[in-house]
């Protein structure tokens, strides 16, 4: 089963938000959150921005600098660094295993801050890890509990999880 560059930020922030989607539960595509995430990664860094595909996974932008190359992926907040970055850790694993050794930046446009983000031996085994959970949860015949957590009030699935609240 694909594991995405999106699985592995949902997992980091909420593991029944992974079983929704690989179950293709169609989040409320109304949704203001998603409308603004859309917004912030289709309007900023416009100028630079080629999206590419690497099996899998599309990344933001890409560039060269000094010989290297620089993927980075586009956020509209900091509050879930860990999510982003084990994100595009999972992108940089991804075209290493392809012989292309890359890093990263995280950049976060409504609060003009950028983070650099590289491979680590330690990183790949999370990764690993994180990927065996993700099928894991996918293979479940229904979804992890709910869990009331800062990102529900943001979720695009919180009238699945808290409709009756
Ligand atoms: S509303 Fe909360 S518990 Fe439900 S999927 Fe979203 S983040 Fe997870």
């Known amino acids: 089963m694909p594991v995405t560059g999106t699985d592995i930020w949902y997992y980091y922030i909420c593991p029944r938000e992974v079983w929704m989607m690989k179950h293709q539960i169609a989040p409320d595509q109304e949704d203001e959150a998603l409308d603004i995430g859309r ?49 595009l850790l999972y992108y940089l694993d991804t075209l290493r295993e392809m012989g292309i050794d890359a890093k990263g930046e995280l950049l976060f446009p409504e609060e003009r801050k950028k983070e650099t983000v590289e491979w680590t031996e330690e990183a790949k085994q999370e990764l690993k890890q994180a990927v065996a959970d993700i099928r894991r949860i996918a293979r479940m015949p229904v979804p992890p509990s709910p869990k009331k957590i800062s990102f529900c009030a943001k979720c695009a699935y919180r009238e699945y999880c808290w409709a009756e609240e």
């Not at 010989?67 to 999510?83: P, T």
Request: hydrophobic share 30%; glycine share 6%; proline share 0%.
């Open 39 to 87: 917004f912030i990664s289709e309007t900023y860094y416009q100028r630079n921005k080629k999206e590419i595909s690497i099996g899998n996974i599309v990344v933001d932008r890409i560039r060269k600098e000094d010989g290297q190359l620089v993927i980075g992926e586009v956020k509209k907040s900091s509050r879930y660094l860990k999510s982003a970055k084990m994100q």
